[in-house]
């Protein structure tokens, strides 16, 4: 089965700190994409980023980065110079890919509350 | 061009009741799927629809169901309302079926009372 693990519950930093919120994946698909949510109060998820299991090219947009290591199951995410308007949970999801070859449903992990403060 | 679309936003239902919740996908998206969203048990998938056929389906009980119209519109209906029901519903819709980039709507949070 799969399983999406974020560890961290909760971060709380202070505006232009770095900062890196972990993903760890686990699945038995050797085709499969991970992503990146953020949820803002309003509940929206909103799309930050999808990764295909055989693109492991870090990615970099804005001050949003994105560490992705298939050999410890890994899809980190960074923001730079974090800002107030960053405060959002923060989601990592996992496809399945169906035997017809399409990725269809997500499995979500727990969540990352990140707090920024002034 | 406008987003996900999912009505009504708010909605108190007593328990035994049924609760029909709607989505439009965006314009051209032809795929939508359903999760419900609780603070126990995180984000759970529900059930994916394309071209009005349930392409895929979690592990919910029956009393959850769905259905897509030629429009691409999507309904989910949820019968005899329990207590544990009560969740943020959020809809996702996609250009097709297959997750490209999979974009949500705001959700529809049902409290059963």
């Known amino acids: 089965a799969q399983k999406v693990t974020q560890a961290q519950t909760e971060i709380s930093v202070v505006e232009k700190e770095d900062v890196t919120l972990d993903c760890v994946y686990e699945?038995?698909?050797?085709?499969?994409?991970l992503f990146w949510y953020k949820q803002p109060p309003s509940g929206e998820l909103v799309f930050l980023i999808r990764?295909?299991?055989?693109?492991?090219q870090n990615e970099i947009s804005g001050r949003y980065s994105w560490n992705f290591q298939k050999s410890t199951s890994s899809f980190n995410f960074t923001i730079t110079a974090s800002q107030v308007v960053d405060s959002a949970v923060y989601f990592c999801?996992?496809?399945?890919?169906?035997?017809?070859?399409?990725?269809?449903?997500?499995?979500f992990g727990t969540g990352t509350r990140l707090q920024v403060t002034l | 061009k406008a987003g996900v679309t999912q009505t009504p936003r708010y909605l108190i239902k007593t328990r035994g009741q049924q609760v029909t919740l709607s989505c439009s996908p965006i314009?051209?998206?032809?795929?939508v799927s359903w999760y419900q969203q609780t603070p126990g048990q995180g984000l759970q998938f529900l059930f994916e629809?394309?071209?009005?056929?349930?392409?895929n389906k979690g592990n919910f009980p029956g009393r959850f169901s769905g259905r897509q119209f030629s429009n691409s519109r999507s309904e989910m209906n949820v019968s005899t309302l329990e207590l544990g029901d009560s969740a943020l519903y959020l809809c996702?819709?996609?250009?097709?079926?297959?997750?490209?980039?999979?974009?949500f709507g705001q959700g529809t949070r049902l409290t059963v009372v």
């Open positions: 699945t038995r698909d050797t085709t499969y994409y």
């Open positions: 990764r295909n299991s055989f693109d492991e």
């Open positions: 629809y394309f071209s009005e056929t349930q392409r």
């Open positions: 314009s051209g998206h032809r795929s």
């Open positions: 996702a819709s996609s250009l097709r079926h297959g997750i490209t980039e999979a974009f």
């Open positions: 999801a996992l496809s399945e890919t169906p035997a017809d070859g399409t990725a269809s449903k997500l499995t």
